[in-house]
């Protein structure tokens, strides 16, 4: 039935865009408010050998399709504007009013564009990052599409991209309807290419949806899809019974890290694929931005960790590169080298070598300190003027020199320590208060210096003894000057009880040096926020959405951010700071489950920001959200300084200054990006149940401004 010059309701269609088995869409002139839309007309073919029970049963989809839609709000799903149903010439008729879209599909734009069907492997990413948030978003609630491929997207101009436009979702539920009334010569009409096994056996599930969209990927970057046949049989036959070929042989420009992952979307068993289709997405994105990086183990020894050293390394090419590790390097930390990775097939940039240090264990002997400092060059490339030095004697002389230091320095310190022990006793002041405060201030807070304990991997006990005869040295010098007593102090008794307890120098002088640097580039200044979660009475408007056991809630005097639901995950956010650069950390506790972590920069209007994740089994993450979804994964990897297990208390930090921004555990720099997606806005925290309900418990943050 042309319907072209009628008038449905209040709209007049104008002219006839599409036409299936027993839909059509016309563009129409809403008469109201004289604006253009698309209207999708459902008028089946009634004839002598239709079943009536059949019809009815596919008006009744039609109207579920329209109440889901409606129920979807998302920049990827094309919006449905209203639904009715009317009867012309005594055929009855429903429709879907939705805006339209004069550019078209994805479909026609890309015939247009290419004489091959091919796009670039940065083009396809960046249609495969829309397409799948549109789908997660969908599966989210509860809604299968069922007819995945390019011309069910939708484009529109993008105002962030001139070159690419942006797409948008439609026709859910198509093939479902069809079959509703169809014939048998009809039950696949216009899908078979993209029919995943389970779906051809009407089965369709979530991972139905991620098959065809990788089908989908495949045809974007081959020109053609995976699976041809001269009729639907032999299409159905290659789906359920003939793997695919990876899509590299059809364009050699594809890395083998994206045929990968093409691949493992494609395996016949749904239960094969990824957990999720943004798992599919986030896994491209990753072989396209991490595929190309060298990743290589660098072993140095203790010496060369604390002072730095210059390194040759040969790279898998056999390309010799000299690489600076810097004073105070840690077991496991990454270096990041830009330019020396893998220039690939498809043309990208030059990826990334990634350097892990490794730390041997090997006892050395060292002169033991006679101070700790204030402040610590921890990334200082240079040669500590004692290694230089150092190689000029022999073995023997060395040995012998540092034997008979290590005989009167232990005399020495022994005096000390019986000296201070008994002023500590004998003087209270006014003025030993401030010492004592100051003394403190040096060792941080309670709090961090329990981190701090754990982070260096010591028993601590003799800190913990260090710390009282510190402040009653402090309390026995208030004559000096605080930075002077704090000096001295921790210099003479931390030596006497490393000494007496077979403590090395070693293990404070690297102790203080994380403590110094973490406090130079965290710490500036008194912070903006200092808010201990107990409760909301800080003013900062911590969510307390907990529904069902999931959310965000305080009790027992700290705050929690749980979640039940695999693959899900639970933001809270505090909604009144909002913050450009800064330093923002938190002590976090996974109490049971997988990972939390902290969120920054957000705009919880549209759910996006930046999420830093650490996990109960030592991975970490640095993810981006938008609309509530995750758009890709920054950096991933794993830590030595991230304490293991469930209910370990990590303390977790992040400095963001301008596009930088520098990931930390336990005062350990772990890990650093460059981004520029966010500038601004509030900080939160998270947990993320990805496979077991998730409860992690949060105390503490405090935000510094820069």
Request: include cysteine; proline fraction near 5%.
């Amino acid at each position: 039935m042309l319907l072209e010059g009628l008038q449905i309701a209040h709209y007049r269609c104008l002219q006839l865009l599409e036409s299936g088995g027993m839909s059509e869409v016309y563009l129409a002139e809403d008469l109201r408010i004289y604006r253009q839309v698309a209207l999708k007309i459902l008028h089946p073919e009634i004839t002598p050998s239709t079943d009536i029970e059949a019809v009815y049963e596919a008006f009744r989809l039609f109207h579920m399709e329209a109440q889901a839609i409606s129920a979807l709000d998302h920049p990827n799903i094309l919006p449905l504007y209203d639904y009715g149903e009317t009867t012309i010439n005594g055929v009855k008729l429903a429709y879907m009013v939705m805006p339209y879209r004069h550019e078209g599909s994805l479909a026609a734009w890309v015939k247009q564009r290419s004489r091959t069907g091919r796009l670039t492997l940065q083009e396809v990413a960046h249609f495969l990052r829309q397409a799948a948030d549109a789908l997660q978003y969908a599966h989210e609630h509860n809604l299968i599409h069922r007819d995945v491929k390019p011309s069910n997207f939708l484009i529109f101009n993008s105002k962030k991209n001139q070159r690419l436009p942006d797409l948008q979702l439609a026709d859910f539920g198509v093939a479902k309807f069809m079959n509703a009334i169809s014939t048998p010569s009809h039950t696949i009409r216009g899908t078979p290419f993209y029919m995943a096994p389970e779906q051809w056996k009407g089965e369709a599930v979530f991972a139905t949806d991620q098959y065809a969209l990788a089908i989908m990927v495949y045809e974007l970057l081959t020109g053609r899809p995976p699976f041809q046949g001269e009729n639907q049989e032999q299409i159905l036959y290659k789906h359920i019974y003939v793997p695919p070929q990876p899509p590299s042989t059809f364009n050699p420009r594809i890395p083998t890290e994206v045929d990968i992952v093409i691949m493992r979307a494609l395996l016949k068993n749904p239960r094969d694929r990824y957990a999720s289709i943004s798992d599919f997405a986030r896994a491209f994105q990753h072989a396209l931005t991490n595929g190309r990086n060298i990743h290589v183990t660098l072993t140095i020894n203790a010496s060369e960790a604390r002072y730095g050293v210059r390194r040759l390394i040969t790279l898998p090419g056999g390309q010799r590169v000299s690489i600076d590790v810097p004073k105070g390097a840690y077991d496991g930390q990454v270096i990041r080298v830009e330019g020396l990775g893998i220039q690939t097939r498809h043309g990208g940039p030059v990826g990334v070598l990634i350097i892990t240090i490794t730390i041997t264990q090997t006892e050395e002997i060292a002169l033991l300190p006679t101070m700790l400092p204030r402040t610590a060059p921890a990334f200082n490339n240079e040669i500590a003027p004692a290694q230089q030095k150092r190689s000029h004697f022999s073995i023997g002389k060395f040995l012998i020199i540092t034997l008979a230091f290590l005989l009167v320095f232990a005399g020495l310190a022994f005096i000390i320590s019986s000296t201070i022990n008994q002023q500590s006793s004998a003087t209270k002041s006014g003025a030993d208060v401030t010492a004592t405060q100051r003394a403190r201030m040096f060792i941080s807070q309670s709090a961090t210096a329990n981190a701090i304990t754990q982070t260096a991997g010591h028993n601590f006990n003799a800190t913990a003894t260090s710390q009282g005869e510190l402040r009653a040295t402090a309390t026995s010098r208030a004559e000096l000057s605080a930075s002077a007593q704090m000096t001295a102090t921790v210099s003479s008794q931390d030596t006497a009880t490393s000494i007496a307890r077979g403590a090395t120098a070693t293990a404070i002088a690297d102790l203080t040096a994380t403590v110094t640097a973490y406090n130079a580039v965290i710490m500036t200044g008194p912070p903006v926020l200092n808010d201990a979660l107990r409760d909301n009475t800080q003013g900062n408007n911590w969510d307390t959405a907990a529904q069902e056991g999931s959310g965000c809630a305080f009790a027992n005097g700290v705050y929690h951010s749980t979640i039940l639901q695999p693959g899900f995950f639970s933001p809270c956010f505090a909604q009144n700071p909002s913050f450009s650069n800064f330093s923002y950390q938190v002590q976090m506790k996974i109490v049971k489950g997988d990972q939390g972590g902290i969120c920054f920069r957000a705009n919880t209007n549209n759910g996006a920001y930046y999420a830093f994740y650490i996990n109960s089994n030592g991975t970490y993450d640095l993810e981006t959200y938008n609309n509530g979804i995750s758009t890709g994964i920054l950096r991933k990897g794993s830590s030595s300084a991230i304490k293991t297990g469930l209910n370990q208390t990590n303390l977790i930090a992040v400095v963001a200054n301008g596009n930088q921004i520098d990931l930390y555990v336990n005062m350990q720099l772990i890990d650093s990006v460059t981004d520029s997606m966010y500038s601004s806005g509030q900080i939160g925290v998270v947990a993320e149940d990805i496979n077991n309900p998730t409860d992690v418990a949060f105390n503490n943050a405090q935000v510094w401004t820069m």
